[in-house]
């Protein structure tokens, strides 16, 4: 019997089967019985990509991706539209409410869980940001102080990221942090790690305080 799911989102290029190690590598606490999903994206014209085709999840203007991107990039309404039929599928197959969903993505996918995460009609048990940053930013994070509020959210990032620039990942974690602080009680955990001497990628030490979260709001 199906107890709890993981939707992990993969970044610009990549395809789920990247990610799908993740079904081997993660445990959560017993008795606990995990469904795993790895979609993949569409291909579509990127502009960062010389226009070419890859799969993305919406288009991105410059690598590295800094500040100065746009945050309401074309082909974000689908992409949001399909993770949340994804979402409604797994919880209606698996007879599971959405405080035992896990959505979690890496890069251009660490953008989309933390949208996806925010703007999904009810609470999820978690959302993890690696290497990635805020779409639709206010709208984003007002989310995460309103609705959203006690969804325990990991953002973790590389310090020596060249692809996706670490303050992103700290910016977004700040502002998310400061306005559940504004809320009222301080809303749910927010954690912060951010790795030395690490690139655009998943560090093994990340991986393990991914595994050390899951345990911690998993119940």
């Not at 970044?11 to 089967?17: F, P, V």
């Not at 500040?67 to 309401?72: F, K, L, P, Q, S």
Request: hydrophobic share 40%.
């Amino acid at each position: 019997m199906i107890t709890h799911a993981v939707i992990w989102i993969h970044g610009l290029g990549d395809t789920g089967r990247g990610w799908s190690f993740l079904s081997q590598q993660l445990r959560f606490p017993a008795p606990a019985n995990v469904h795993y999903e790895f979609p993949t994206a569409d291909e579509q014209r990127v502009t960062c990509n010389g226009n070419s085709k890859s799969t993305s999840w919406f288009d991105i203007n410059d690598i590295p991706v800094t500040a100065t991107e746009n945050d309401n990039p074309a082909g974000i309404d689908a992409s949001l539209s399909r993770i949340h039929a994804l979402i409604d599928s797994v919880i209606e197959k698996h007879s599971i409410t959405a405080d035992k969903v896990v959505l979690g993505g890496f890069s251009q996918g660490g953008a989309m869980s933390l949208l996806a995460g925010s703007t999904y009609k009810a609470p999820l048990g978690a959302v993890l940001c690696l290497s990635g940053w805020l779409l639709r930013a206010d709208l984003n994070v007002k989310n995460w102080s309103a609705g959203q509020a006690r969804t325990p959210v990991f953002i973790g990032h590389g310090m020596d990221d060249n692809v996706v620039v670490t303050e992103l990942g700290k910016t977004a974690a700040e502002r998310i942090k400061e306005a559940r602080q504004a809320c009222g009680d301080g809303g749910g955990v927010v954690e912060l790690k951010l790795y030395p001497d690490t690139g655009h990628g998943a560090a093994e030490e990340e991986l393990v305080d991914v595994q050390q979260f899951l345990n911690k709001v998993i119940k």
